[in-house]
């Protein structure tokens, strides 16, 4: 029996720890365990502590919780272009602490990869990630989710949704496409090399 739409809650984030671990679950989720490796076995509390804050790319301002009967069940985690822009990598290297030498390390090693998920098309509304508990999915909370992205978007003034997936992740990409998104462009570009990322999109 499928879940009733009018009984999801969506509901913006609030700046406490608590909820920067639940954050930081459903963003690893997303995002494959990229954060825990780059990160290290710490990666929760330190994208917990980088929540709490504002004015970055994990700060408790971009994400939406959803909840049924008071339980967390999904979030997502959206921004702007210019907001990107003005983004400080200050909290994140503060709430590393003894890891910030090792982030700092791997962004040189990865750099390739942290350009192509720092540049964000001028003018677009970007995704960082929509995460769902496995036993609440296919049950219309994605849908709900990104409703509310567009909604925000089409207020913002914007006119395109992008986002950022591992060419692995199929469950994740599915998805996507099942909320509109369109595959526009692959990271690497080459036709020899493994494709690492796709960029989608999608017009509002």
Known sequence: MGIK??????????P???EGLKFAHYLDQAAEGFFRAMLGPDSETILASAFIDSDNSLSYEHVIFAEIDKKTVGMSSSFSEQQQRKFSDEPLQRAAKKNAIRLKLLRILFSPVWRILETI??????????????????????????????SRAKAGGFSRLSLDVSAKNDGATR??????????STWPSSKILPTVFIRMSKYL
């Open 5 to 14: 739409e009018e009984s999801i809650r969506l509901r913006p984030a609030k």
């Open 16 to 18: 406490e720890f608590e």
């Open 121 to 150: 098309p001028e003018g677009d509304y970007y995704i960082q990630g929509i995460a769902i508990d496995p036993e609440f999915r296919g049950r219309g909370i994605g849908s709900l989710l990104m409703d509310d992205i567009e």
């Open 175 to 184: 998805l996507y496409k099942r909320l509109g998104m369109v595959e526009s």
